[in-house]
């Protein structure tokens, strides 16, 4: 049973091994940093942003109020067992720890999905990618310069909203598949089968790209900035996706399916 259980062990870090040197060959985790450049540098992606920066931070002075009157001194009395009389300060913290991810759940719930998904189809259209977004959306005219007020409305929804969360160690497939259709791009036209195949193939980037968006959204004050930066960073991948740059599922990766 020993040498069952230190073989099954083995096997499981020489595969996380294996993942992590490959996420790290991906460059992947390169495009939320990206992101951040292009986002400052074009200021015309900036409007989705400010649009719901009142919103949030409304919702934010709410629930932080909120959980301030409900849950301040019931944490401060337990917390006084632990932290003694640092407890009122711990409480504190604990309190605007716990807002913050009730808010950013909230916000992404309900403020920001349509927001972020603007956000996406409008790096995309900032890339030249305008029959891309076509695909699942109406684009306005074919000479104005601000690449999100050509947006129109939306013909097919995403599947998931392109934010980008870590999801057993694989990013949001939707960010680069980006419609119910079932994806373009490189992508398009596939069946079930072989897009799972060149999604398999490619975990490890996509592991790559979730932790480092992972990481910066985890910045306090900042998380709401990031949640749009990295949503273009997933633009750009996408974009490169479409110029091809990953080839597609080879025969051996196909077989591996059947």
């Known amino acids: 049973m020993a040498d069952r259980l230190k073989a099954l062990f083995t096997n499981e870090v020489n595969d996380l091994k294996v993942l992590l040197t490959e996420a790290a060959r991906s460059g992947t985790y390169l495009y939320p940093f990206q992101g951040i450049l292009y986002f400052f540098y074009h200021r015309s992606l900036w409007q989705p942003l400010i649009s719901k920066i009142g919103p949030t931070i409304t919702l934010g002075l709410a629930v932080t109020t909120t959980m301030f009157f409900f849950t301040y001194i019931p944490q401060v009395a337990i917390l006084a067992f632990t932290s003694g009389p640092l407890a009122p300060f711990s409480a504190i913290l604990l309190v605007l720890s716990e807002s913050s991810t009730i808010t950013n759940y909230l916000s992404r719930s309900f403020i920001l999905r349509d927001s972020l998904v603007d956000t996406f189809d409008g790096t995309l259209i900032a890339r ?15 000479t104005a310069s601000d690449p999100v007020a050509r947006l129109g409305d939306v013909i097919r929804k ?28 490189v992508l398009k036209g596939w069946d079930g089968k072989r897009r799972e195949a060149w999604v398999s193939a490619h975990k490890a980037a996509y592991t790559s790209f979730g932790a480092a968006a992972f990481v910066l959204e985890m910045v306090p004050f900042a998380s709401l900035a990031f949640s749009y930066t990295n949503t273009v960073g997933g633009a750009l991948w996408a974009s490169n996706l479409e110029k091809s740059i990953y080839r597609a599922p080879t025969m051996d990766q196909m077989k591996k399916l059947e």
Not at 130 to 135: G, K
Not at 167 to 177: F, K, P
């Open 158 to 185: 995403p599947t998931k909203v392109f934010s980008f969360i870590v999801d057993d160690e694989v990013v949001d497939v939707s960010a680069v598949e980006h419609d119910s259709g079932g994806g373009n791009g």
């Open 128 to 142: 030249g990618e305008m029959a891309l977004v076509a695909e699942g959306r109406q684009i306005k005219g074919s």
